[in-house]
């Protein structure tokens, strides 16, 4: 999930408009590729990565140089701008920085090639019933939703949507778990004889009345962002996220579709890589949606459709650090004085999303979860000797303090190509467009 900035600061979208040009659109799955990492793959990597496991179209969030080489098919302005915990911030400038936007591009004769969407969250619409034939735009957004809705139809340009069981299981511990799958374990729900027994077809086809009811019967949806979290919540872990991906990758093979429309569905999954700069405001889990892990490592197995093998192909040639950790020393005592502004820095600026209940590292002692700490931040600190001078407690090993599930990774080498990225890609842009790519 993203957060928008200002939308109204299309001016930005100048920098990018030089990189747009057309090309045929492609079939398959799509993936969500992110770059808030302290040590991202280097782009070719993640392009010969993603060509590898035959995933034909990508969604960027920022405007990374080094990612820039593929061709573009949409430009999405924002990112779930009407999202109610906004509080209605951004409702008066999505409409003009879509109109703006989509007037450069046809100045730029780029106008009936390069399309122009709004990724919008599920909550943007909502069923007064169980089921989906109900479906309308939120009542406290409806007129503003009418209007993108038919600005975005008037141009041809999709209803881009982002779906999310697990962040309903997350916010609603009453949300019946195994509705968010989608083998067929769930209580059925009756919608006018149409039998619903997965969350994301009910969602899905709620919109597809919505737009119905509105007046735009034959627009065409994008899922935008789906996907589930492997660390960082209690139900965020490899078997359910294996099984969630899985059984989305499955039940939309062969064109099958929902319900209400039996056709194709255009989804990107949320997301490909780890990211480990993320805001952790949404929750813990924000840093683990990747179905590789930071070093483009598959998590679990996941069958796309589109490898001879069946399974997720690792990225190639990855460069890591020298085989080391920084951990507790075994002669401190735990009611050491420095230990915990220790852990508190490392934590604050590492990544300490995988400790806590029902996580992949929830089951270690107190001395291993200073030791964690610790490691997060002397990796992420390239293992520099100074990056492992916490005072008099910590220590540097080269025996691997992995324990069961947890992990104590060793980092991948800096990457420092795309000079040009720190100029272009700060927090004016980043959220504020996507690029939705398509490789030949």
């Known amino acids: ?150 600005f975005l ?66 627009m065409g949806i994008i899922v935008g962002e789906i996907g589930w979290p492997s660390d960082g919540d209690r139900n965020a872990n490899n078997e359910y996220a294996q099984r969630f991906m899985q059984g989305f990758m499955t039940h939309i093979a062969g064109g099958k579709g929902t319900p209400m429309r039996q056709v194709p569905i255009e989804a990107y999954l949320f997301s490909l890589i780890d990211e480990d700069q993320k805001s952790i405001q949404p929750g813990n889990f924000e840093r683990h949606w990747g179905v590789f892990s930071y070093d483009g490592q598959p998590k679990y197995l996941l069958n796309l459709g589109t490898t001879t093998t069946g399974a997720l192909i690792p990225a190639r040639n990855v460069r890591y650090l020298q085989r080391k950790w920084c951990v507790l020393k075994d002669s401190v005592k735990l009611d050491d004085p420095s230990i915990a502004q220790s852990v508190s820095y490392a934590c604050a600026l590492g990544d300490c999303t995988s400790l806590g209940y029902g996580t992949s590292c929830g089951d270690l002692d107190a001395k291993m979860n200073i030791s964690y700490a610790f490691n997060s931040y002397y990796q992420i600190n390239n293992q520099l000797d100074e990056a492992c001078k916490f005072p008099n407690v910590s220590t540097i090993t080269k025996d691997d303090p992995t324990t069961g599930s947890c992990k104590f990774g060793i980092m991948i080498e800096q990457y420092y190509g795309g000079a040009d990225r720190r100029l272009v890609s700060g927090g004016l842009v980043a959220g504020l467009v996507m690029l939705l790519l398509a490789f030949l």
């Open 153 to 218: 139809n008037d141009n041809g340009s999709p209803f881009t949507v982002n779906i999310y069981p697990f962040i309903s299981l997350y916010i609603d511990s009453n949300f019946p778990v195994e509705y968010a799958f989608f083998d067929g374990q769930a209580a059925p729900i009756n919608d006018g004889g149409t039998t619903y027994t997965n969350m994301f077809d009910a969602n899905y086809d709620t919109l597809v009345w919505a737009l119905q009811k509105n007046g735009f019967p034959n």
């Open 1 to 150: 999930m993203r957060n928008p900035t200002r939308v109204s600061e299309i001016c930005v979208i100048a920098l990018l408009i030089s990189f747009l040009y057309w090309m045929e659109p492609v079939n398959g799955i799509g993936a969500n590729w992110g770059t808030q990492s302290s040590h991202p793959l280097p782009p070719e990597t993640v392009v010969r990565m993603l060509l590898d496991n035959g995933i034909q179209k990508v969604k960027l969030f920022d405007a990374d140089s080094g990612a820039l080489r593929a061709l573009s098919k949409y430009v999405a302005v924002g990112n779930e701008p009407f999202l109610a915990t906004y509080n209605g911030s951004f409702l008066e400038t999505t409409l003009p920085a879509l109109e703006k936007i989509q007037a450069a591009l046809v100045k730029a004769g780029l106008g009936a090639k390069v399309k122009v969407t709004v990724p919008q969250n599920a909550d943007v619409y909502s069923s007064l019933t169980s089921g989906p034939s109900s479906g309308d735009f939120r009542a406290d957004i409806h007129d503003y939703m009418y209007k993108i809705t038919k």
